[in-house]
């Protein structure tokens, strides 16, 4: 699968991406399935007729411009909202990190990454050990009994991320959650997220702005522009060292140009 | 002249919220005399006008006469005596009115048919002053302690309904969606989420609440009473005892301010995630 040339697989709307899976790796199952999803807002069509699949344990990044409907996709794989046409197979309970951090203020922060989980019995202890291990490993060990108010906002999206993956799911669902960190702390954050996905391999869809992070972190690249798919292809490189790939920089054209931006730097 | 601290928006950044305070505690002297300045320049006028006869005695004794009724009733045990009659009624209306109040609010703001049904009574009912009520209330209950005791409950239900209703219906729809992606059940959802974003709206309630419970009891005490400060005071207008009425103004005021100082202090300690110390 690691080849050095971009091979850039765009696909037409509506059509089925299994042929392709099927070459890269057979009998693999899939956690989402979505087909003919269409979303209106008040007469508005905001997502029109959405086909993909999201393969156990794969990591997609889903670009698209400022109004283009990512955030609505992601709300109806997370469950949040059911007012759609089409069909959508998704986990039970995927694990949603928001944009904002979204802690709850009035509780501190052990208990905000345990919200949910059992907090008694057996299960409660071990649901807070797991969740004490998970805030070490974002490194928020020192904050768990702080209040979430206390906390920069690296901190609490590291916090919010927690959270997340503190309940081991089949599928997590992030919206820009690097959105708003400084370049350090968002190279920690992808490394860490590549750790935890090797750990617990959740199938992952990245609701992301920057065209590098999804090229360095993900399996495949979605594309939506107006709502509609236009495009959806694998990353043709190996999980560590891509920057330094030839073909690196003609991926990144290629999304610029599909996002309809020209890189003047280049 | 827009000092640094000012220029910092409040609120937008609460981790400063104490270090702004502490920085402000140097002038803190300066700021109490400041304050003082206002109600140490009214009793010196009070007591000029007064002790140069320029008014009467008999309608403004001077504040030594006023301290002297007071120690005099201190003394003899019986402002004890009213203020612990008073507090009982306050206290015991303040406590069903808070628990009527907050009921009320939880099967409004949970239910939306609880709402239909309970909400437009109330706000029908809160257009009314609750002392134009007492009437009524002396006719259906009598004038005995049941009366000053609804009536006071009566009057602190209505803020505390409509502050906490108003926070469990303006919940937050962000923490909501947070709720229903971690799975939380309707129960959960009330007590880890609910209630505790509408913690604010009551006690903002709790405060309005705690001024009208005073008020409403110093009317009911004024009629057909045998004992509290308001009947201290209606007793005193009848023998003319000028000073003994300014007393039981003081002592209301003194109440307010304290019982209003509580309830910061309880609400501070509940609300200690805010962190606005
Ligand atoms: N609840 C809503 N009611 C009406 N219109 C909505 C609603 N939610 C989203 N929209 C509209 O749907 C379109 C897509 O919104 P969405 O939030 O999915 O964009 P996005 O791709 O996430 O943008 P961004 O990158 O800025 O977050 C926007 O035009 C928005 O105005
Ligand atoms: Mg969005």
Redesign the interface.
Same mark, same amino acid.
């Given at each position: 699968m690691a080849t050095d040339t971009v091979t850039p697989t765009p696909h037409a709307t509506g059509k089925p991406t299994e042929a392709r899976h099927a070459t890269a790796e057979t009998a693999s199952r899939t956690t989402v399935k979505v087909r003919a999803l269409s979303r209106e807002f008040d007469g508005r069509g905001v997502l029109h007729d959405i086909n993909f699949d999201i393969r156990d344990g794969e990591f997609v990044a889903l670009l698209g411009r400022s109004g283009s409907g990512k955030s609505t996709l992601l709300?109806i794989l &997370?469950?949040?909202d059911d007012e759609y046409t089409g069909t959508v197979q998704a986990p039970k309970? *995927? &694990? #949603?990190a928001?944009q !904002?951090s979204?802690l709850? *203020?009035?509780?501190k922060v052990l208990a905000n990454v345990m919200?949910?989980l059992p907090t008694r019995g057996v299960d409660g202890t071990e649901t807070r050990a797991r969740a004490e291990e998970m805030l070490a490993e974002v490194g928020l060990t020192d904050h768990a009994k702080a209040?979430?108010?206390?906390l920069s906002g690296g901190e609490a999206q590291r916090a919010s991320l927690a959270?997340a993956l503190v309940r081991r799911p089949e599928l997590l669902l992030m919206d820009e959650p690097f959105g708003a960190l400084d370049a350090l702390t968002r190279l920690r954050m992808h490394q860490l997220l590549r750790t935890l996905r090797q750990r617990h391999r959740p199938a992952l869809l990245l609701v992301t702005h920057d065209i590098d992070e999804a090229i360095l972190l993900a399996d495949r690249v979605l594309v939506l522009t107006d709502g509609v798919l236009s495009l959806d292809l694998d990353i043709p490189f190996p999980v560590v060292g891509r920057r330094r790939r030839p073909g690196f920089t003609e991926l990144r054209d290629r999304l610029l140009e599909e996002l309809g931006v020209a890189d003047d730097d280049r | 002249m827009v000092t640094i601290d000012e220029a910092l928006v409040p609120g937008t950044d !609460?981790?400063f919220a104490r270090k702004r305070r502490k920085r402000n505690g140097k002038s803190a002297t300066a700021l109490i005399a400041q304050r003082a300045a206002g109600p140490v320049a009214l009793l010196l006028a009070w007591w000029i006008v007064s002790a140069t006869g320029l008014i009467s005695e008999r309608i403004l004794p001077t504040p030594v006469a006023v301290f002297e009724a007071g120690a005099n009733l201190i003394g003899n045990g019986e402002l004890a005596t009213h203020l612990l009659a008073s507090a009982q009624r306050a206290g015991t209306g303040l406590f069903f009115g808070v628990i009527v109040g907050v009921l009320l609010a939880l099967v409004t703001g949970l239910s939306r048919v609880g709402e239909r049904l309970i909400d437009p009574n109330l706000q029908m009912l809160r257009a009314m002053p609750i002392l134009a009520l007492m009437p009524l209330a002396i006719v259906w209950l009598g004038i005995g302690e049941t009366m000053k005791v609804s009536l006071v409950a009566l009057g602190v239900m209505f803020p505390i309904y409509l502050n906490t209703h108003a926070a469990i219906r303006g919940a937050d729809a962000?923490?909501l !969606?947070? &709720?229903?992606? &971690?799975?939380?059940n309707k129960l959960?959802l009330i007590r880890? #989420?609910t209630i *505790?974003?509408a913690?604010p709206g009551f006690f903002t309630g709790l405060r309005f609440s705690v001024a009208i419970a005073w008020l409403v009891l110093v009317v009911a005490e004024q009629t057909n009473a045998t004992s509290g400060i308001g009947y201290l005071m209606t007793r005193a207008r009848g023998l003319s005892q000028i000073d003994v009425i300014m007393v039981g103004l003081l002592v209301y005021a003194v109440l307010g301010l304290a019982s209003d100082a509580l309830v910061r202090i309880i609400e501070r300690k509940v %609300?200690?995630?805010? %962190?606005t110390r």
């Open positions: 709300r &997370a469950r949040l309970r *995927p &694990a #949603v928001f !904002d979204r709850l *203020p009035w509780k919200l949910g209040w979430p108010k206390t959270r | !609460d981790r962000r923490f !969606d947070l &709720a229903a992606t &971690a799975g939380l959960q880890h #989420v *505790p974003g913690l %609300l200690s995630w805010r %962190l």
